[in-house]
């Protein structure tokens, strides 16, 4: 009598602690899914959609490149595609690296990339108008 009860006890606390654990993980899966919402929304439409689709966000495209998040819209390109370029060429998996961290390396540019392309145009229009226009105007002799 007492081996049946212990089973049934065993069996109850057990299923106790598995059910405890799958809600614990459904409401981290929950609040990270809120977090990478309000992040997107945070850093406007454009940057979030770029995050969500990629998966990493320019902090950590920073991070893993090891330069400063540009500054209103300033960054130094230079910087970032020698750091890429070193990264990339220090993981190369026939010389021993990671083609994992590697892969790493190529989404941190290309999310850096998706991030600078908006800034850089509205740069290039800027300093279009600027200049103002000028059309070249022909003389007839």
């Not at 049946?4 to 602690?17: E, N």
């Not at 910087?79 to 990671?98: C, H, I, M, T, W």
């Not at 999310?111 to 800027?126: C, V, W």
Request: glycine residues 8%; positive net charge.
């Amino acid at each position: 009598m007492q081996a049946h009860r212990f089973v049934v006890t065993a069996f109850l606390t057990g299923s106790r602690i598995l059910g405890r654990s799958f809600m614990a993980a459904y409401k981290q899966a929950q609040a990270a899914s809120q977090y990478q919402r309000a992040q997107a929304k945070a850093g406007g439409a454009a940057s979030g959609r770029a995050s969500l689709a990629s998966g990493m966000t320019l902090d950590e495209a920073c991070k893993i490149l090891n330069v400063k998040p540009p500054a209103g819209g300033q960054a130094n390109v230079e910087e970032v595609l020698e750091r890429y370029k070193r990264l990339f060429d220090a993981n190369d998996p026939q010389k021993g690296g990671s083609f994992y961290l590697q892969s790493k390396i190529v989404r941190a540019k290309e999310r850096f990339e998706r991030e600078l392309g908006p800034i850089r145009e509205k740069a290039e229009q800027e300093a279009e108008v600027k200049e103002g226009w000028k059309p070249k105007v022909y003389k007839d002799k």
